[in-house]
């Protein structure tokens, strides 16, 4: 039987850890930095090494960052923004989050972007109050995350402003 769930438990939970290349930089790094340190003594390079190791670990934990749906909130790493202020979220392939990113960014627009994660969510803030038009976030699940922001309260696209629609298709 399973125990019941609080009302703050994540309807999404992500996680974006380093890609397999990137967690085999952490250890290219410390031998690299050993090595550099051996000539002056084998102690000192061992030693470089292993600071190098923990260290560059530690970065590479610090930099994967946490995508959350809950209680009632989009939460990616120490933003966060009411899911009923969200409309039209839309996952985003390789190609579009490309375009999402590139030539199609609005400098006003909150990115939460992890470079090893290849697929994002857009998803448009209904504030008046705030000058940020829509968010772009990195998620390896994009539709997951697109069905739990809808049910956590964010407008779907068939319910979003037609103009919002409109200007989304020119971009």
């Known amino acids: ?33 050993g090595i550099a340190l051996w000539p002056l003594s084998s ?7 292993a600071v190098g190791l923990v260290a560059a670990g530690a970065v590479a934990v610090g930099l994967s960052t946490r995508v959350q749906v809950a209680g009632g909130e989009l939460r990616t ?9 969200l409309r039209a979220p839309r996952a985003l392939d390789a190609e ?4 999402a990113l590139g ?3 609005d400098a006003r627009a909150h990115v939460a972007l992890r470079g090893w994660v290849r ?11 705030d000058p940020t038009p829509y968010w ?15 049910a956590a309260g964010a407008a779907a696209a068939d319910d979003a ?9 020119g971009a």
């Open 161 to 169: 402003e037609p103009a919002a629609r409109a200007e989304d298709a």
């Open 119 to 129: 697929t994002a969510v857009r998803v448009e803030l209904d504030d008046a109050a």
């Open 43 to 49: 102690a000192a390079g061992v030693v470089a090494g």
């Open 1 to 33: 039987m399973q125990a019941p769930t609080s009302p703050t438990a994540p309807v999404f939970d992500e996680r974006l850890w380093p890609s397999p290349a990137g967690w085999l930089a952490v250890p290219a790094f410390a031998a690299m930095l």
């Open 136 to 150: 772009v976030v990195s998620t390896r699940r994009p539709d997951a995350l697109v069905a739990a922001l809808v």
């Open 77 to 85: 790493g120490a933003a966060h923004v009411p899911a009923g202020l």
């Open 103 to 105: 030539p199609g960014l």
């Open 96 to 99: 579009a989050t490309r375009h």
